[in-house]
């Protein structure tokens, strides 16, 4: 199974800004114009931490206009609390990626 890390990350190495925010993002252009549809089709799951996955509760399922969670893969969230799920195949572990790696499914192409 081949494990990749996908991420957008500022110059400085960070994820989300000073306010845990990624809006940083948005200025930077249109997602479908990128390779990002492309690559997300081969994927068969996604790891996320907690404050990536609250952000997406907080900034696309719960928004003013609230969107479907955008990932049909099984993802998992890397938490030790409990945290509000959303529609869709979301799963939250208390352990690390290592420990996960090998219960993650591999893509269904491949």
């Known amino acids: 199974m081949k ?3 996908y991420t957008a990350s500022s110059l400085d190495g960070f994820i989300a800004d000073s306010h ?9 252009g249109n997602v479908a114009d ?3 549809p492309a690559f997300i089709r081969e994927v068969g799951a996604l790891a996320m931490g907690s404050a990536t ?3 997406m509760l ?7 206009q609230p969107q479907p969670w955008p990932y049909q893969q099984p993802t998992w969230v890397f938490t030790t609390r ?3 799920s959303a529609p869709g ?9 290592a420990e996960l790696h090998y219960e993650l499914p591999r893509h269904p192409s491949k």
């Open 3 to 5: 494990t990749q890390y």
């Open 20 to 28: 845990d925010s990624l809006e940083w993002l948005f200025p930077l």
């Open 34 to 36: 990128t390779s990002y």
């Open 53 to 55: 996955y609250e952000w």
């Open 58 to 64: 907080r900034h696309v399922v719960g928004a003013k």
């Open 82 to 84: 409990t945290l509000p």
């Open 89 to 97: 195949a979301v799963r939250a572990v208390g352990t690390g990626f």
